[in-house]
Structures are given as C-alpha cells and as structure tokens.
C-alpha cells in the first residue's frame, strides 16, 4: 500500500477520546478524599472520647447529627446540581466540606463537634446526586453502571485507606493536626476538576467525534441539559421512583453500619486500639471496591449480551443481596478479628455490587434537569433508613453485635421485594416537565 493510501486508510479510522473516563476518575478521586475526612472522625474516636470525656451515646449523637444534615444536604444538592451545573455543584461541595472538616480541629466539646459534622454532613452529601448526574451526562446505558461502580470504588478506597493513614497521621500529628492536614486536601482536587469538567460531551473541545456517537449511542444515552425540570411530586408519582426509593431506604443502613461503627466494633469486641484499628478496619473496604467494579462490569456485560436495562440492573442487584445476608449471618459467628473482617468484606461485596446499580436508575428513568434531584431524593431515603439503625446500635449491642447485625440481614430480603414487586420496569419515562 503506498503512502497516501494508508494516510486515506487512517483517515477512516475513528479517532476516541476517553475523556468521560477521566472525569468519572476525578469525581473517584473526590470520593476517596470525600470517605478519609468522614472517616477520621471514627478511627481517632476511641483517644478523641477520653480527651474530651465524650461516651459511645454521644457518638451516636454526633452520628445522627451527620446524617441528618447529610440527609439535608442530599436533596438540597440534588436540586442545586440540577441548577447550577455539575461543574460549580461540585466545586462548592468539595470547598465547604473541606473547610468543614479543617474545623474539627478547633472543637472542645459536643456542642462544637455537633456543628461542625452539621457542617460537614450537609456538605459531603453533594458528591452523590453530582456524581449521578456526571454519569448521566457522559455515559450512554451500558457503561453507566460501571462508571457508578468506579465512582463508588472511590468511596471504598477511601475507607480502605482511611484507617491506616488518619492511625498514623494520628501518631504523628495528634488529632487536631491531622483535622487540619486532611482539610487541606479537597482544595487541591479543584485545580483539575475546574480545568477538565465540562456539561456534556457536546461542549466539551477534548472529546472526538468517536467517543461523542459512543455517549449518545441510544436514547438511554441522550442527556438534554435544556429539558425541563419536573416536579418532585411528578418524580414521585412513577413508581420507579418510589420502588427505587424504598430500595436506597432498606439497604443503605447495611453500608453505614460499617462506615461509621466498624473501628467501635473492633475496640469494643476484641479490644483493638487505634493503631490495631488501623490493621484491620481497611480490610472490608477491599471487597466494596472490588464489589463495585463487579457489579459494575456485570450490568454492562449483561446490556452487552442483549439484555434489557430494566433485567441487567435487576440482576445485578439481586446478586449483590443473595451474597449480602449470608455474609451478614457469617459476621454474627464470627469469633476471630480476621475472620470477622472478611466476612463483613463480603457484605461490602455484595451492597456494592446492588448499590451501584441501583444509584444508576435516576439516569435510566430520567434525562436533563431532572436526574440530581432523583438521586438526592435517593439520598434522603438512604439517610431516613440509616437514622433508624444509628439509635438501635448502642442499645442492640449492649453485650454484642450480633442482634444488629442480624436485624439488618432482614432488610435485604424485603429490599429484593421493593425492586421486583414494586420497582416495575426501569426504562425511561415521561420527559415533561410537571
């Protein structure tokens, strides 16, 4: 072939980007900043609470004052992101709760610890409905769940790494310089956020005409900033919307029992100190992230292969439920540390692969400025459901962990039941605005 035949030949070839793959890797890397700074505040608990004579019913307070603003946070986000763009949404979440959790650092009793994880919680809560709605707007059907799962591995590899950096921070700066050091973080993410992000890959001057027909491949893919806004009581009068709701309610509370009672769990059942803390709390968080990345992958392979969206969400949401009760079950007899931790490393298996599915739905069912506030609402519900399990724990585990945890496996069954019985099929619905 001569020279100018191979140049007409590469001519032909499609150039692709991957520019929606970067972005999905920056919002990953706010995630994992976003569970260090959550975080800290549980692995140094145990030396925080013989400082300032706080006791395991404070932190339950301090836990459900997180959430609740957290739940706040969630819709008011929802909607903002809906409002003002995914690329300032994000900006100004990452900058308030950053400053929020620099804050820690100059509290000295419960009061001041109240408000500034209200602080906090209200603003953390923006990383999820904006991290949706990135989805949504750079990615058609069968990469989206997988994106969801790279996002959500942020959230795992921030748990993973969280324990052993906030021990030896700890050990190295005490636990109001390591406040201060983690605050300083969530800053340097802007930098690139506010260089790369762009609302969608027609505005976007990095993204090839390639990858462009990839993201807008089928209707499922198309994302219309200029649609019109519904109605949170037209949202809820689908019942995708309310099944979905039900499904974030009932299996969320399993997620956040971990997240914020597992480094209590090791000091009180097997006597752990911050630095063992630091040892063993990371492990479970291994299998969320590999949990997310699967069900991820499985949900895509599956729409790949010619299944429906409505039957590869499905199943990939009952999967990661028939491994989570039995898990949850093993955790209960567990009687060693390392036996323990990898059980509850197979519960975060299997919720990562059905919440990352599941966290999908808001950008399967709707389309423009109406998937934020669907996903914040999703959060809301998340949080209503965790409120419930925070107060049960210090009066279930008087004596032990089992009682909880057996009462969250019986939410796994009934969750199932919201995403068959009541869910219907996940395909998208009305665009009008109501």
Not at 321 to 342: D, E, K, S, Y
Not at 412 to 431: E, F, M, N, Q, Y
Request: aromatic share 12%; proline share 5%.
């Amino acid at each position: 072939m001569n020279g100018p035949a191979v140049v007409n030949q590469l001519r032909k070839v499609p150039v692709r980007s991957a520019v929606r793959w970067l972005i999905v890797g920056l919002i990953a890397v706010a995630t994992v900043i976003n569970y260090i700074d959550r975080n800290a505040l549980a692995v140094m608990w145990p030396e925080i609470a013989k400082e300032v004579g706080a006791t395991k019913d404070d932190y339950a307070l301090l836990v459900t004052v997180f959430m609740l603003f957290y739940a706040a946070g969630q819709f008011l986000f929802g909607r903002l992101f809906d409002m003002i763009g995914t690329r300032l949404g994000f900006a100004l979440s990452i900058s308030v709760w950053s400053i929020s959790i620099a804050l820690h650092s100059v509290t000295h009793s419960m009061l001041s610890f109240s408000l500034v994880r209200a602080m906090l919680g209200i603003s953390e809560a923006g990383a999820w409905p904006g991290a949706v709605k990135a989805n949504a707007e750079w990615f058609p059907a069968r990469e989206r769940a997988l994106a969801q799962g790279v996002f959500n591995a942020g959230a795992s590899i921030g748990a993973i790494v969280s324990a052993p950096a906030i021990a030896g921070l700890y050990l190295w700066l005490g636990w109001r310089g390591t406040f201060v050091l983690v605050g300083a973080i969530g800053f340097l993410w802007l930098l690139p956020w506010l260089f790369v992000y762009r609302a969608g890959p027609d505005k976007h001057p990095w993204v090839s005409d390639a990858e462009r027909r990839l993201i807008m491949e089928d209707q499922a893919g198309q994302q219309d900033a200029a649609a019109p806004k519904v109605s949170v009581r037209s949202l809820l009068a689908h019942r995708q919307s309310c099944g979905m709701l039900a499904c974030r309610f009932l299996l969320d509370p399993i997620w956040w029992l971990f997240v914020s009672w597992l480094p209590i769990y090791l000091a009180e059942t097997f006597g752990f100190d911050i630095k063992q803390i630091g040892l063993f709390a990371w492990v479970p968080f291994v299998g969320a992230m590999l949990g997310s990345l699967s069900g991820g992958w499985l949900s895509g392979r599956l729409i790949r292969a010619g299944q429906s969206v409505d039957r590869a969400r499905k199943l990939s949401i009952t999967l990661g439920c028939v491994i989570m009760a039995p898990a949850l079950l093993g955790a209960v007899l567990a009687n060693q540390p390392l036996f323990a931790v990898l059980a509850i490393a197979a519960v975060l298996f299997g919720f990562q692969v059905a919440i990352g599915n599941i966290q999908t739905l808001p950008g399967d069912l709707f389309d423009g400025r109406s998937v934020g506030t669907l996903a914040g609402l999703g959060g809301l519900a998340a949080v209503a459901g965790t409120l419930i399990t925070t107060w049960l724990v210090p009066v279930l585990t008087r004596h032990s962990y089992a009682p909880i945890f057996i009462l969250v496996a019986a939410l796994v069954p009934l969750s199932l039941a919201a995403l068959w019985w009541w869910t219907g099929p996940i395909h998208k619905l009305d665009r009008r605005g109501g």
